[in-house]
């Protein structure tokens, strides 16, 4: 195999599938801490529901942390780049607008995981909510204000 970057390796032999669960997960460029400030988070946050909206993806858990976020999500239609560009996209226009910010907002490229198992399910949305505690970011997951789950 050519030697690639990693964002180009991660999409050689990526294939998605409508109905299946994936754990999407982003970094911001540099692993700059954007979100914490938890307004900016909230464009994050009002795209996962756009998506939602648009039929393209079920969100059943998410957490934007300052740096990354995890959002696992059934795949309703379209392909996992398409839903990542239209999120990464219209994230970093919000951004843009509410900072004035001119560089780039997220890293090239994502990392996605295919659920294989009902029991992986459970496990990655507990660890998907969890982030917050294990960052040592809050002392309770209630007091972090980017996350949901449909279990909640």
Known sequence: MPDLPASKRLRIG???ESSRIYL???NTRDRE???KDFSLGRGVV???RCAQDQGFANSLAWV???DHFHWLIELRQGSLGG???RTK???TKAVKQSTGRTTSLWQRGFHDRALRREEDLVKMARYVVANPLRAG????LGDYPLWDAIWV
Request: glycine share 0%; no cysteine.
């Open 137 to 140: 970011l809050v002392e309770k």
């Open 24 to 26: 999407l997960t982003i």
């Open 89 to 91: 996209s219209l994230s």
């Open 64 to 66: 934007v942390m300052p």
């Open 33 to 35: 801490p954007i979100f």
């Open 46 to 48: 009002n795209q996962f």
């Open 83 to 85: 839903l990542v560009q």
């Open 14 to 16: 990526r294939y998605a």
